[in-house]
């Protein structure tokens, strides 16, 4: 327990702040990630064969390729990509990107992948019906969408959404790699000063069983309140 | 675009993806022994017993894979009785300990999969034994496994393909699979595009391959 102090002496305050990365860090991938959705679920759902096959070849290609290859790519080919274009405006030398944002564009981007499936389906299975009466009342395009799809697309998509949250969540302890201090990489650090990693990489999977259970209360929460009527 | 790095890294990703085939089809195969026994101590009606069986699928589907393959990997050594016996044999290889973090966890990801396949099963199917004088234990093995397997092959599809996914972890633990050397040929040529077209190009083909073999069965077994 000593070496759960907070304070110099121990490892409590550091655990803690690396877990509040941790959670920073998959709220801004989830974010990412609906943005990633928002672009592709309508390509997904269009007429037109080509964008679809944009959007598919995204989903197809995120969902078939490990995660930490993915984030390899990013961690590797990021910086050299803004020095890229960086060089082109005769800028010259090297820059480094942000850990935190590599990890979160990277987790986020798979994240997008899944959840432009999860909103495909939800909208898929809403009423013919529903899109019909939103006609007939002489909506117009946002308010159908906002008033008629979206909340019934939110109720369907919410408990798979669930799920999708808590890959991301897992998914961040793979972001360690790049050396962004989080749970795992602390964990890491801690266990390779004190030699004790058979303690400190059990307290990280707590801290993990932790965030998915409190995780898991809220949205049940959210679930309820987007289910009102039903 | 550097296409002769491209050629020059294929065959050594390809010899790297049967490592990564390797890994994933012992782990499977021990998984689903694995999976099969706490789907049906889930079903028990012991209550020790179901929650035992519910806690152990709620740790590990709960916890990253990392941090199961670094507790078995780095932790396990820590304990020195551990090192005393013959056990150690098997944790000092990073290969097995990989292999151990592979198996638990797509065991308990299989006993959920396996649990709801056995509550969907009709209870006419059950009854239908029963009225035919054939034994419980009969039932169980000749009505209820082949239609459970049948109702949960699509999803288990879905679990090898994330499995496949999950031994790339492999790397972390100093084994050479395919994203192993997909890193090494990154960090040593600065190329992260080319290799990771390659690279993910044979994923995606193991993927395409997995997801066919499963439709396949899927078919084949319809009984509808």
Same mark, same amino acid.
């Given at each position: ?230 | ?69 670094? %507790? ?6 820590? @304990? ?19 292999? @151990? ?43 209820? @496994?082949?239609?459970? %397997? ?9 679990? @090898? ?23 090494? %040929? ?23 391959? %997995? ?14």
């Amino acid at each position: 327990m000593e070496l759960l102090a907070f304070g110099d002496t121990g490892w409590g305050d550091e655990l803690f702040y690396a877990t509040l990365m941790t959670i920073a860090v998959a709220i801004t991938a989830m974010f990412i990630g609906f943005f990633f959705a928002l672009i592709f679920t309508p390509l997904k759902l269009s007429k037109n064969k080509f964008l679809n096959l944009i959007a598919n070849s995204y989903t197809t290609v995120i969902r078939g390729v490990p995660e930490l290859l993915v984030i390899y790519l990013f961690f590797f080919g990021g910086s050299a990509a803004i020095m890229f274009v960086a060089s082109i405006f005769g800028y010259g030398e090297y820059i480094e990107i942000n850990a935190f944002m590599t990890g979160a564009f990277s987790i986020g981007i798979i994240s997008g992948a899944y959840s432009t499936e999860v909103f495909r389906g939800a909208i898929q299975s809403i009423d013919k019906g529903q899109f019909e009466a939103a006609n007939v009342l002489g909506l117009n395009k946002f308010g159908k969408f906002f008033k008629i799809i979206l909340p019934q697309t939110l109720r369907l998509a919410i408990p798979n959404l669930s799920n999708v949250w808590q890959i991301t969540l897992k998914d961040t302890s793979l972001i360690s790699v790049t050396g962004l201090v989080e749970i795992m990489r602390q964990s890491y650090v801690a266990a390779g000063s004190t030699r004790d990693p058979l303690f400190f990489y059990s307290c990280a999977a707590v801290l993990y069983l932790l965030l998915t259970f409190l995780s898991m209360k809220l949205i049940n929460r959210l679930e309820v309140r987007y289910s009102r009527g039903y | 675009m550097d296409f002769e790095l491209m050629i020059n890294s294929f065959p050594k990703l390809l010899s790297a993806a049967t490592i990564t085939l390797k890994l994933l089809s012992v782990s499977l195969i021990i998984g689903l022994f694995i999976g099969l026994l706490f789907a049906i101590l889930r079903l028990n009606k012991n209550i020790f017993l179901n929650k035992f069986a519910y806690g152990y699928s709620y740790l590990f589907r709960g916890t990253p894979l990392l941090v199961q393959i670094f %507790i078995i990997y780095f932790g396990l050594g820590q @304990i020195e009785y551990l090192r005393t016996t013959f056990l150690w044999v098997i944790l000092k290889e990073p290969y097995w300990c990989a292999i @151990i973090a592979f198996a638990l966890n797509t065991g308990a990801y299989t006993s959920e999969i396996l649990r709801s396949a056995f509550q969907t099963i009709k209870p006419g199917f059950i009854e239908a034994g029963k009225s035919l004088g054939i034994s419980s234990r009969i039932i169980f093995y000749k009505i209820q @496994i082949p239609i459970a %397997i049948r109702q949960s092959l699509p999803a288990y599809g879905n679990e @090898i393909i994330l499995m496949m996914k999950g031994t790339s972890l492999a790397s972390t633990v100093t084994i050479m699979d395919l994203t192993g050397v997909a890193k090494y %040929i990154i960090s040593t040529t600065f190329r992260p595009v080319e290799v990771f077209i390659v690279a993910g190009g044979i994923y995606l083909f193991m993927t395409f391959v %997995i997801h066919n073999i499963i439709k396949y069965l899927e078919k084949k077994y319809s009984f509808t």
